[in-house]
């Protein structure tokens, strides 16, 4: 990606956040106004959505962090390991069932307030539960996604400033106030832990980004921690 085109994003990134954040918080208001009617009616493939705010704390190059060239005028400086970075992010998530059991869909847009990059970030995601709570008394469950991500472009030949990527996920969530009355909204608040890989789109050993030559293909692993608050509905 050339420089021209990637401080126009940066330039635009504030933009891009604001109009996501508030698009995201204008449809949970909606929802949250339209959920009691639509709850009493029938599914009709998918069922009446919730909103969620996840204020995230994400761990980069988990595993087998790449090694790369610093280079100055094509000659290396220096060789080192990439860092395994932590980064905050607030993830705007809408989740919708389906009549299918253990099928939903998901839909989220996330962001760094405090990257420098200032990117916004795109998923759609299908998620398949294999552990529910009704199968541990209401305290954790788990599921597996599968995720085609919308993300900045990350490898040298990338034509555009946002690329797909395949992602796959690992979430299993604590529901942390399971002890608490159901019509009480913290009850569905949980604490997730997030195991991710992106199987396409990252540097491969011998790409050239910026000024660093990856000797590695970039670690497709992280791991997130997750506050999910639910928005809309509030309560059960």
């Not at 939903?104 to 962001?111: D, K, M, P, Y």
């Not at 199968?135 to 469950?141: A, D, I, V």
């Not at 942390?176 to 913290?186: A, Q």
């Amino acid at each position: 990606m050339n420089d021209s085109l990637w401080h126009v994003v940066h330039g635009r990134g504030w933009l891009l956040r604001g109009c996501s954040a508030g698009l995201l918080l204008a449809s949970g208001s909606m929802l949250n106004a339209e959920l009691s009617a639509q709850e009493h009616r029938a599914c009709a493939i998918l069922c009446a959505p919730s909103f969620k705010v996840e204020p995230t704390i994400a761990v980069e190059n988990l595993f087998n962090p790449a090694r790369v060239e610093t280079l100055q005028n094509d000659i290396v400086v220096e060789t080192s390991r990439q860092r395994r970075d932590r980064v905050f992010e607030l993830v705007l998530a809408t989740v919708i069932p389906t009549e299918i059991p253990r099928v939903a869909f998901t839909v989220e847009t996330s962001f760094g307030p405090f990257r420098d990059d200032a990117a916004v970030e795109l998923e759609l995601e299908a998620n398949f539960t294999w552990l529910t709570a009704d199968q541990t008394g209401g305290w954790l469950e788990s599921h597996v996604d599968i995720v085609d991500k919308f993300s900045p472009a990350a490898r040298p030949d990338d034509a555009s400033a946002y690329t797909h990527k395949l992602n796959f996920e690992l979430d299993t969530a604590f529901l942390v106030f399971n002890w608490l009355p159901d019509d009480t909204w913290l009850k569905d608040v949980e604490l997730e832990g997030s195991l991710d890989y992106v199987a396409t789109g990252l540097p491969s050993a011998g790409d050239v980004i910026g000024n660093e030559r990856f000797l590695d293909d970039a670690s497709p692993w992280s791991f997130s921690l997750v506050f999910v608050l639910p928005l809309a509905p509030l309560s059960h």
